[in-house]
T-cell receptor, first 117, second 116 residues
Framework: AQKVTQAQTEISVVEKEDVTLDCVYETRDTTYYLFWYKQPPSGELVFLIRRNSFDEQNEISGRYSWNFQKSTSSFNFTITASQVVDSAVYFCALSERYGGSQGNLIFGKGTKLSVKP | DTGVSQDPRHKITKRGQNVTFRCDPISEHNRLYWYRQTLGQGPEFLTYFQNEAQLEKSRLLSDRFSAERPKGSFSTLEIQRTEQGDSAMYLC??????????????FGEGSRLTVL
């Protein structure tokens, strides 16, 4: 069965610290997608990144970077030089459907990140 | 504003009453999804439409729940005979069809249901 585990329930850092959010997933499929979404206090989930199972290259986007390792079934997210505006709940998600809706995402329980000034 | 909009944002009802939520997706998006999120949990998939066709339903969607998207534009989610366990945030999302944007969901702000 597919599952996403975010073991860190809450993380608190001081501004400018680097922080890594962990995500471990389980799936029997060889073809799947992994995602990160951000849910700020306003509540609206915002898409951050998608990774397909065939692409293990790390990705960097500004202060954000993602590390995908199939060998450990992990898709970790690092924020460099964190800012107060990064405070939010971050969700990792998995989609197994290659040919289906692909919007049936399995979400983890989320990690609440608090960045203090 | 061209994002996903949901109405009402907040609904308080008594157990046993029926409630209906509406979602207006981004106009060029063919796909529309309903998710449910309870406190401290991630969103859980409920159902999915491509245009007006409901193509997938979760086992979470009991027979008290019904969703429609009659003209392939807005969608409604109705809950009949509400129970306290239905209290949650109901999230609507839409997405473009392009394969290159698979799983990139655009969420609304949600409709919070409180069942007393």
């Amino acid at each position: 069965a597919q599952k996403v585990t975010q073991a860190q329930t809450e993380i608190s850092v001081v501004e400018k610290e680097d922080v890594t959010l962990d995500c471990v997933y389980e799936t029997r499929d060889t073809t799947y997608y992994l995602f990160w979404y951000k849910q700020p206090p306003s509540g609206e989930l915002v898409f951050l990144i998608r990774r397909n199972s065939f692409d293990e290259q790390n990705e960097i986007s500004g202060r954000y970077s993602w590390n995908f390792q199939k060998s450990t079934s992990s898709f970790n997210f690092t924020i460099t030089a964190s800012q107060v505006v990064d405070s939010a709940v971050y969700f990792c998600a998995l989609s197994e459907r290659y040919g289906g809706s692909q919007g049936n995402l399995i979400f983890g329980k989320g990690t609440k990140l608090s960045v203090k000034p | 504003d061209t994002g996903v909009s949901q109405d009402p944002r907040h609904k308080i009802t008594k157990r046993g009453q029926n409630v209906t939520f509406r979602c207006d997706p981004i106009s060029e998006h063919n796909r529309l999804y309903w998710y449910r999120q309870t406190l401290g949990q991630g969103p859980e998939f409920l159902t999915y439409f491509q245009n007006e066709a409901q193509l997938e339903k979760s086992r979470l969607l009991s027979d008290r729940f019904s969703a429609e998207r009659p003209k392939g534009s807005f969608s409604t989610l109705e809950i009949q005979r509400t129970e306290q366990g239905d209290s949650a945030m109901y999230l609507c999302a839409s997405s473009p069809v392009a394969a290159s944007r698979t799983g990139e969901l655009f969420f609304g702000e949600g409709s919070r249901l409180t069942v007393l």
